[in-house]
């Protein structure tokens, strides 16, 4: 098949999105596909294609953690598109670039599958301010109803999604499709250990110090605050304890946790790394004791699989969609509060190998359902389902 890739976020760029469509993309040409790739540059620049990958312009929105408004009138993606000849359009976005794949399905009369990575009622604040943000939200949900009618084929990664479509009136077949990860990149093996003793050297991280990593956009949304605060209220409860926090992205609320850190007495051991290549992610992994996260917006929870594969103990703020990952004590932890995350971390802390060494092994059965292999053969059977309605 001859697959149209259509995404607001490609790497370098970092985040969920991004590394679906890259994994997605790799694991189709690894099976004889031929791919495009439809995404914006990291710079405004010109129109250029470079490999299997089309860079369209586009118009930095900083407010938006670096998403860049594309041309919705371009013809010239659409001729170049039109040239490449696809089967089927695989839309997995809505900004800008999501409107071109309509125009491109619609003009070269390909049907076109959609994948709804994302709950946008969660980030209606960035344009709202809290102004209307009732009426957006609502607008939000109408919107997103209509658009899943009007897909060949509609896909979410999780029943979460799933459950939040049919909770806007989303009467449309849904299928769940769990994104695929290549996690063999993540082992410890693969990492460099003298870049890490390197590292560890110039951020005064001895044997005895205990890392949390927390890693990702650093968005209002992610609720990074929340395990900032856990890990305060820890330190305040072990004063002791030899702590190192590596905080690993970029994103508007960068300043306000750096605040946030100093007011709560923590930032002599809150290093902000910044935002990285996504080749360098499984590096910071491989650095830390608890990767941890209170976020309660994501679609799937790509960042908890991808630090399991690294053999690392995850604490995750609870939510209903993670728990088909997270098996409490089992494959990972969760916490509810400040109380319940230091109580947790003082049991993580004194786990013994043997106990880590069994919710490793249950982490890697749990894997083994988001395989790249699992997720191609899942896509590929929705692509066909989508060209035969099409015939």
């Known amino acids: 098949m001859r697959i149209a890739i259509f995404t607001d ?36 620049g010109k129109l250029e294609q470079i490999g299997n990958v089309l860079y369209v ?8 953690y670096g998403y860049r408004l594309t041309n919705l009138f371009a013809n010239k993606p659409i001729s170049i598109v039109k040239k490449f000849k696809p089967d089927v359009i695989h839309n997995q976005t809505d900004f800008t670039i999501g409107v071109l794949a309509r125009r491109c399905a619609k003009r070269l009369k390909v049907p076109i599958v959609y994948t709804y990575h994302t709950s946008y009622e969660d980030y209606t604040y960035y344009v709202t301010h809290g102004v209307f943000d009732r009426f957006a939200k609502r607008f939000v949900r109408d919107y997103s109803k209509d658009l899943a009618n009007r897909m060949t084929e509609f896909i979410t990664p999780s029943d979460k999604t799933k459950e939040y479509m049919r909770l806007v009136g989303s009467d449309t077949y849904i299928n769940v499709i769990p994104t695929g990860i ?44 929340v395990s900032l605060r856990g890990i305060a209220a820890y330190h305040s409860k072990h004063p002791e304890a030899d702590i190192k926090v590596l905080v690993v992205g970029g994103g508007p609320y960068r300043e306000d946790l750096e605040l946030l850190s100093e007011s709560l007495g923590i930032s002599h051991f809150v290093d902000f790394i910044g935002p990285v290549p996504s080749t360098e992610v499984p590096f910071y992994y491989n650095l830390c004791d608890i990767y941890t996260s209170a976020s309660i917006t994501e679609t799937q929870g790509l960042t908890f699989m991808e630090a399991m594969a690294a053999e690392k103990i995850v604490l995750a703020r609870f939510d209903s969609n993670l728990t088909g990952t997270i098996i409490n004590g089992k494959t990972g932890f969760f ?38 292999e699992k997720f191609y053969d899942n896509i590929v059977r929705v692509y066909q389902r989508a060209i035969r309605k099409c015939w």
Request: hydrophobic share 40%; proline share 5%.
């Open 182 to 225: 290549d996690f063999s990149i993540f082992k410890p093996e693969q990492i460099d250990r003298e870049k890490t003793a390197q590292f560890k050297l110039e951020h005064h991280i001895k044997p005895n110090t205990k890392v949390f990593l927390i890693l990702g956009r650093i968005a209002k949304e992610k609720s990074m605050d």
């Open 335 to 372: 916490f509810t509060d400040d109380a319940s995350f230091v109580s947790q971390v003082e049991k993580i802390f004194t786990l013994t190998s043997e106990q880590k060494d069994a919710i490793i092994k249950d982490a890697n059965v749990v894997l083994d359902t988001y395989s790249i």
């Open 9 to 44: 976020a490609y790497p370098p760029f970092i985040n969920g999105v991004s590394t679906s469509c890259f994994n997605l993309a790799n694991s189709l040409m690894a099976k004889g596909h031929d791919v495009l790739v439809i995404a914006p540059r990291s710079t405004d």
């Open 57 to 64: 312009p586009g118009l930095n929105l900083k407010k938006f």
